[in-house]
């Protein structure tokens, strides 16, 4: 099974920014999609950006499009999200997720990209990124 780790979270003020990591091991991490995800407690994990198994492509949820930036070294078996201009509203905890090709279990999530539908079911442990004054 492929073991994601993220790395980079924090506590930051508004207009500040962080960079997220998640690094890949235990699989082939140069033929995987990779997604970024947060959740707020109480509420449904929701989809923030992912990348193509080679970089050459990217989408981006409506609310972080123009302040985030994903981005992948596959030498380097590791992905980062870059966030910029952070709001208080961006606090949650970050997931990475990576497609597994299935057999799916009941914490897949599927997600509506450019690309059409994606199938997410390698996560992580996630990492908490607090924005406030």
């Known amino acids: 099974q492929v073991q994601l780790v993220e790395s980079g979270g924090g506590s930051v003020l508004p207009g500040d920014s962080l960079t997220l990591s998640c690094e890949a091991s235990?699989?082939?991490?140069?033929?995987?999609?990779i997604a970024w995800f947060r959740q707020v407690s109480g509420k449904d994990r929701e989809f923030v950006a992912a990348?193509?198994?080679?970089?050459?492509?990217?989408d981006y949820a409506n609310s972080v499009k123009g302040r985030f930036t994903i981005s992948r070294d596959n030498a380097k078996n590791t992905v980062w999200l870059q966030l910029n201009s952070l709001k208080p509203e961006d606090t949650a905890v970050y997931y990475c997720a990576a497609e597994s090709g299935g057999p799916y279990t009941p914490q897949a999530m599927g997600v509506q990209t450019k690309w059409g539908i994606r199938e997410y079911d390698y996560w992580g442990q996630g990492t908490q990124v607090t924005v406030s004054s």
């Open positions: 235990g699989g082939t991490f140069s033929s995987r999609g």
């Open positions: 990348i193509t198994w080679n970089g050459g492509s990217v």
